[in-house]
């Protein structure tokens, strides 16, 4: 089944202090998503933003945005980020023992709901709740920082990941060190949402993601 792959840049690598023209450049740039990502500095060592961020940014774009939430616990905080406006939240597999309460929460509060599993989670904790989610979220590196290697080895789960799916409409999402370098053999393992965070902001915005679509075939 062809997938139409999303171009998802991550305004961790944005300028902040300029966050509303930024999302609106990027939209104007041919973004498909708008990926943002929460840290807490407990879940991971860094602390960026919260729902207040997405609410602020929500006017600028008609875009879709997705909430990659690295915080634990996250449950109080679900209803907060979807209220914000964010379309899709996303909540790690190892941030909590309530999984399944979690996505029910983010359906229930009106947004698609998404699981992110770490470079060393393997695929498997995801299948008992294939029926309540809307995506996969594959770190391809370790979660909290921006502009960090890709690991080569995420392939391999990333093709894992589309395998367990089989024909549901579940989305792949490859998040972290995605670049033109690379977006071929990930979309070929099986990813159809590219984050891009530092391959796309530091340039021109519209030519790398551009670049990263043209490689992702
Ligand atoms: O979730 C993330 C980090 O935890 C980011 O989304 C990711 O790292 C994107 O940035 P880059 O493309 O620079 O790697
Ligand atoms: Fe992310």
Do not use: C
């Not at 929460?105 to 995801?126: D, M, Y």
């Not at 392939?155 to 589309?162: C, D, P, S, T």
Request: charged residues 20%.
């Amino acid at each position: 089944m062809a997938r139409e792959v999303k171009i998802a840049p991550s305004i961790l690598s944005a300028d902040f202090a300029r966050l509303g023209e930024e999302v609106r450049a990027v939209e104007a740039a041919g973004a498909d998503w708008i990926h943002v990502d929460a840290m807490d500095g407990h879940f991971v060592p860094n602390l960026t933003m919260g729902p207040n961020v997405v609410s602020a940014i929500r006017p600028h774009v008609t875009t879709f945005i997705d909430v990659h939430l690295m915080i634990a616990p996250a449950e109080p905080y679900l209803g907060a980020f979807v209220n914000a406006g964010a379309d899709l939240v996303t909540v790690h597999a190892e941030a909590g023992p309530h999984l399944h309460r979690s996505l029910q929460s983010i359906r229930e509060a009106g947004a698609q709901a998404g699981v992110a599993l770490n470079p060393a989670t393997p695929v498997s904790h995801v299948e008992h709740v294939l029926d309540d989610i809307d995506l996969i979220l594959v770190m391809t590196v370790n979660p909290g920082f921006g502009g960090q290697a890709f690991i080569p080895a995420m392939l391999e789960k990333i093709a894992a990941a589309r395998a367990l799916v089989g024909d549901r409409p579940i989305r792949i999402e490859a998040d972290g060190g995605v670049s033109p370098q690379n977006a071929g053999d990930v979309v070929r393992a099986g990813a159809d949402v590219l984050v891009a965070g530092s391959a796309i902001f530091g340039g021109d915005y519209a030519e790398r993601i551009r670049a990263i679509r043209q490689a992702a075939g």
